[in-house]
C-alpha cells in the first residue's frame, strides 16, 4: 500500500517589487485563521498564507480596486480591494449537507417509486442538456493542507491550467489535463528542514548504500506527484457519471429536503471488496433546482474502513513519510498497517454559461486515522479547496504531452 499519495501536500513563493501588503484573516469570534490564502484574483501567484495567528504579508503592484481572495476551507470565500486589506472576517460554510439534509422530512409522495423515478429522469434530462459541453480550458488556484493531531504541519497552493475533454472520456469520466504553473509550500519554520529532507529523499540514513542510491535514482525520475494530488482532486465527484450510474436503482434514493425552491435528491451506496477489506459508504446529494430540475451543487461524504487482517510492515520511505505526518521519534521505528478509516466530505459548486455547466469552486475535507500494531494511531486531517480564476469555453484544444509532463519547480515558504 502506497502512502506517498497523503504527504505531498506543501507550498512554495514567487516574489516582485511593488507595494507591501499586510492584514489578519479572522473568523467571526476574532480568532486568527491559520493557513489561509490570500491572493490577488488577477495575479494568483504573488499570493500567500497566513501564519498560525491569521497574519500575512504579500508584495504586489496593484490597483486600489484590484481584487484579492482570501479563502479557507469550511468558510465562505471574500473578494476585498487591495485598498481595503486589514482584519477580514471569513463567515463559516461547512462543505457537508448532513446537518441540514437529514433535519427535514422526506415528502411521502415524491418518494413513491413512480414519482421518484420521474423526479430522477428529469433530472437526468436536464443534466444531459447542461453537460453537452465542449472542450473546457480553466485556471484554478488549488490548495491542500494537512494536518495532524491538531497541528497544520504544512500545505501547497498550485496555480495550473486544465483541460477537461468530453469527448476524450473512459468509463463516463471526462478527460482531465492538467499543466501546473506555479507551486508554492508553505511551512512552520521549525518544521521546514526536516519536512523537506523527507520528502526530498535525503534522510533515509537508515538504508544500505544500495538501497538509498536505489531509492534517490526513483524518486528524481518519480511522476510529479504534486501535480496528481491536485489533478485527482479536481476529477474526483464527477456528478453527471455518478448520477446515470445510479438512477435506475430506485430502492436508494430519497428526497432528503424541500425548501426555498430546491429539492435534495439523495443516493446512498455501500461498496464491499476484498472479503470485506475495504468497505465505501457513499452519500450523494444532488442540491435541484425544484421547477427547473437544474443541478445546483453537488456534495458527497464517504465513510472508508480498510482493514488489513495481519498488518502490512511499512517500507523505509513508507515510515519517513509518516514520521513527517506524526512529527514524532517513535513512530520510524516500526510500524505495522492494521487500519485505516477516513470520513471525507467533498463539495462541488458550478457556474452556468451559455445555458451550461462548469465548474466553479470544489472543497474537500478527510478525517483519517491510520492505525497500526501495538495500538498505534497517526490522525491525518487534510483540507482542500480549488478555485477557478478563469474559463474559456471557446477555441480549447488539448494540451501537449510536454505541457502535461513538464517537472514543475515548488518554491519553499516559511511562515512564521
Known amino acids: ?52 495567528a491569521g497574519f500575512f504579508v504579500f508584495e504586489a503592484e496593484l490597483d486600489e480596486s484590484s481584487p484579492v481572495i482570501i479563502s479557507f476551507i469550511g468558510y465562505e470565500k471574500a473578494k476585498v480591494a487591495a485598498s481595503e486589506l486589514d482584519v477580514i472576517t471569513l463567515r463559516e460554510q461547512p462543505i457537508a449537507l448532513e446537518e441540514t439534509v437529514v433535519a427535514a422530512k422526506a415528502s411521502k409522495q ?36 494537512m494536518q495532524s493531531d491538531g497541528s497544520t504541519w504544512g500545505m501547497e497552493q498550485m496555480i495550473a491550467n486544465v483541460v477537461v475533454l468530453p469527448e476524450q472520456c473512459k468509463d463516463g469520466n471526462d478527460s482531465v489535463q492538467w499543466q501546473g504553473q506555479y507551486c508554492k ?9 526536516q519536512a523537506d529532507t523527507i520528502l526530498a529523499g535525503q534522510s533515509l540514513e537508515r ?18 506527484s504534486g501535480v496528481v494530488v491536485h489533478r485527482t482532486l ?44 475495504l468497505k465505501i459508504t457513499f452519500k450523494r446529494h444532488y442540491i435541484v433546482d425544484s421547477r427547473t430540475y437544474a443541478v445546483r451543487r453537488f456534495s458527497e461524504h464517504a465513510d472508508v474502513v480498510i482493514t488489513i487482517p495481519f498488518g502490512v510492515k511499512l517500507n523505509a520511505d513508507q515510515l519517513q513519510l509518516l514520521n513527517l505526518i506524526n512529527m514524532g521519534e517513535t513512530q520510524i521505528e516500526k510500524f505495522r498497517l492494521k487500519k485505516m478509516r477516513a470520513s471525507v466530505d467533498y463539495n462541488t459548486i458550478y ?27 497517526i490522525p491525518v486531517l487534510v483540507r482542500a479547496t480549488q478555485h477557478v480564476t478563469d474559463l474559456q469555453t471557446s477555441g480549447v484544444k488539448p494540451l501537449s504531452k510536454k505541457q502535461i509532463t513538464h517537472r514543475l519547480e515548488r518554491q519553499i515558504v516559511e511562515i512564521y
Not at 123 to 145: G, Q
Not at 185 to 193: L, V, Y
Open 351 to 377: 457556474q452556468r454559461r451559455d445555458g451550461r455547466l462548469y465548474i466553479k469552486e470544489k472543497n474537500l475535507i478527510a478525517d483519517a486515522h491510520i492505525i497500526g500494531t501495538k495500538k498505534r494511531e
Open 185 to 193: 509550500r508553505f511551512f512552520p519554520a521549525e518544521k521546514r528542514a
Open 1 to 52: 500500500m502506497r502512502l506517498g499519495s497523503l504527504i505531498v501536500f506543501l507550498c512554495c513563493a514567487l516574489s516582485l517589487s511593488g507595494t507591501v501588503y499586510r492584514g489578519q484573516v479572522v473568523d467571526e469570534k476574532g480568532l486568527g485563521i491559520g493557513y489561509a490564502t490570500v491572493y490577488p484574483e488577477q495575479y494568483p501567484e504573488l499570493g500567500t498564507a497566513t501564519n498560525d
Open 234 to 277: 479536481f476529477k474526483m465527484g464527477n456528478m453527471r457519471h455518478n448520477f446515470e450510474e445510479a438512477m435506475n436503482d430506485l430502492r436508494h434514493w430519497r428526497v432528503s429536503n424541500e425548501s426555498e425552491g430546491e429539492t435534495v435528491l439523495t443516493h446512498t451506496e455501500t461498496i464491499s471488496k476484498y472479503l470485506g477489506c
Open 110 to 145: 415524491r418518494n413513491k417509486r413512480k414519482q421518484m423515478a420521474a423526479l430522477l429522469h428529469a433530472v437526468y434530462v436536464k443534466l444531459c442538456e447542461e453537460f453537452d459541453t465542449p472542450n473546457a480550458r480553466y485556471r484554478v488556484v488549488s490548495d491542500v493542507a
Open 207 to 224: 538504508l544500505e548504500k544500495k538501497q538509498k542510491e536505489k531509492y534517490m535514482r526513483k524518486a528524481v525520475n518519480a511522476i510529479d
